[in-house]
T-cell receptor, first 112, second 116 residues
């Protein structure tokens, strides 16, 4: 089983749609979780951290299910500018100064 | 403002040449990382450092080396460039205390390397 798995997509949705991305991770000791956004040919940028209680930032909601080792990202009222690849990121060393493992990303394309 | 910069942005080199990619950060972060990104593989860790004089191998370290003589810089050297090393290279940094708060890693803008 790969350490971080995501559906590669692409997800093609109309403006205003709600879209959800899922991610599973293999290391049950992982403590840090993030969603990054990467635009074509650009560097990844932190979108949001994911907390155990779930967290929301405007139109974006992240959820963590430790029992199922599952992370999700929900985007409401999609905008054209949301088109990008979304990377699920997990710390594999259980909170130590370890490495972040990046999923391969889910591509989102929002159409007019 | 603090930043992380990579140079050059683009580089074309010949097979067998030694190439060094620069990464410089002014965040005063202890941790620095080098990744390569290829279609179908996502980001793969090459080398990383947790502080001055500390270096560690990542998932795909063969053919690459790094050195950390100060906090700000982690240059990546390709000892003898191969066509398989054609890729986009990203440098990243993070503060030393997990779980990294709300910042995670901060990435440089990347270096696009072509080996011909």
């Amino acid at each position: 089983r790969k350490e971080v798995e995501q559906d590669p997509g692409p997800f093609n949705v109309p403006e205003g749609a709600t879209v959800a991305f899922n991610c599973t991770y293999s290391n049950s000791a992982s403590q840090s979780f993030f969603w990054y956004r990467q635009d074509c040919r650009k560097e990844p940028k932190l979108l949001m951290s994911v907390y155990s209680s779930g967290n929301e930032d405007g139109r974006f909601t992240a959820q963590l299910n430790r029992a199922s080792q599952y992370i999700s990202l929900l985007i409401r009222d999609s905008k054209l500018s949301d088109s990008a690849t979304y990377l699920c990121v997990v710390n594999i060393d259980g909170g130590s100064q370890g490495n972040l493992i990046f999923g391969k990303g889910t591509k989102l394309s929002v159409k007019p | 403002d603090a930043e992380i910069t990579q140079s050059p942005r683009h580089k074309i080199t010949e097979t067998g040449r030694q190439v060094t990619l620069a990464c410089h950060q002014t965040w005063n972060h202890n941790n620095m990382f080098w990744y390569r990104q290829d279609l179908g593989h996502g980001l793969r860790l090459i080398h990383y450092s947790y502080g001055v004089q500390d270096t560690n191998k990542g998932e795909v370290s063969d053919g690459y080396s790094v050195s950390r003589s100060n906090t700000e810089d982690l240059p990546l050297t390709l000892e003898s460039a191969a066509s398989s090393q054609t890729s986009v290279y990203f440098c990243a940094s993070s503060p030393g205390t997990p779980p990294y708060g709300t910042r995670g890693y901060t990435f440089g803008s990347g270096t696009r390397l072509t080996v011909v």
